[in-house]
């Protein structure tokens, strides 16, 4: 094991399954030392009129999260269900942190969910609705600013923590497969990551960055997104170093995590250079 994280508290959102991004830094992080406390989608006691069918949704998609984290990251691992969309939820977390006396050095966000993405389909940017186009900011940028605002209002955060967000090159650029709304909301997200960046900097040495990866089709949330398995192919072809391994991700991660490293308002690539082509 390399302790480089050790007596660190990571939180770490948005595991899904055992081939999901978050799960796999999940993994590096422990390897490193830390102390894991993982949330995922589940019926909270906030959530209110919930259809049988979303009932049964959300305790099958918070079951299907602890028995990934028992298995694949242990038992002793902390789980917690969160809506980021309800923000008492957010609050009822952070509550939840405090009463356990916990101090939050490092967290990753890696929450996002696009309704106009669809078995396998992705809606052209000039039929989205407002309702559509709202609910992918908020859930895929506003929730980092609301989850860590609810954490620092609570003095959760220790001075000089790490907040690392996972984003995609589609927040930059039209890639070669339909990416459109979701991509909005990623660039929402990453501006967010510059100014939070400054003020948390100043303020508490808090470090926020961004992480923009390769195309990964390995987890569920990756196989639903139209084009990915072509994109996936043209990346590892015409990429410099062919596409970044998920473990490299992770250990980029780690890397951010770790104290005092004065790395903070970065976008940072991990895709094997792909995004140096024109």
């Given amino acids: ?28 992080c422990k390897d490193q030392g830390a102390k894991l406390i993982c949330t995922g989608l ?29 298995a694949e990251l242990g038992e002793d691992v902390v789980t917690f269900p969160l809506d980021v969309t309800i923000q008492e939820s957010i609050d009822a977390f952070a509550d939840f942190l405090l009463e356990k006396k916990e101090t939050v050095h490092s967290l990753l966000h890696s929450i996002a969910m696009d309704k106009t993405i669809r078995q396998g389909k992705v809606k052209p940017i000039m039929t989205v609705s407002r309702d559509e186009f709202m609910d992918a900011m908020n859930v895929s940028s506003f929730s980092l600013l609301a989850i860590v605002q609810s954490l620092y209002n609570r003095n959760l955060l220790a001075t000089g923590a790490s907040i690392v967000a996972l984003s995609y090159l589609g927040a930059e650029k039209v ?22 960046a400054m003020e948390l900097g100043k303020e508490k040495q808090i470090q926020v960055n961004a992480v923009r990866f390769s195309p990964y089709r390995a987890s569920k949330a990756g196989s639903a ?14 990429s410099p170093l062919g596409n970044a391994r998920a473990k490299d991700l992770a250990e980029e991660v780690c890397h951010l995590f770790r104290p005092s490293n004065r790395i903070t308002g970065e976008i940072r690539h991990v895709d094997g250079g792909y995004h140096i082509r024109g």
């Fill in 175 to 196: 890639v070669i497969h339909p990416y459109k709304n979701i991509g909005v909301a990623k660039a929402a997200l990453e501006r967010l990551v510059k100014e939070m």
């Fill in 42 to 70: 589940g019926k909270t006691p906030f959530h209110k009129n919930l259809s049988e069918n979303s009932i049964k949704f959300l305790d099958r998609t918070y079951t299907d999260f602890q028995n990934t984290v028992k």
């Fill in 1 to 28: 094991m390399n302790p480089t994280l050790k007596g660190r508290t990571v939180i770490i959102t948005g595991i899904t399954d055992a081939s999901s991004l978050a799960l796999i830094i999940a993994k590096e």
């Fill in 225 to 238: 997104i139209e084009g990915l398995e072509e994109a996936e192919i043209h990346c590892q072809t015409s």
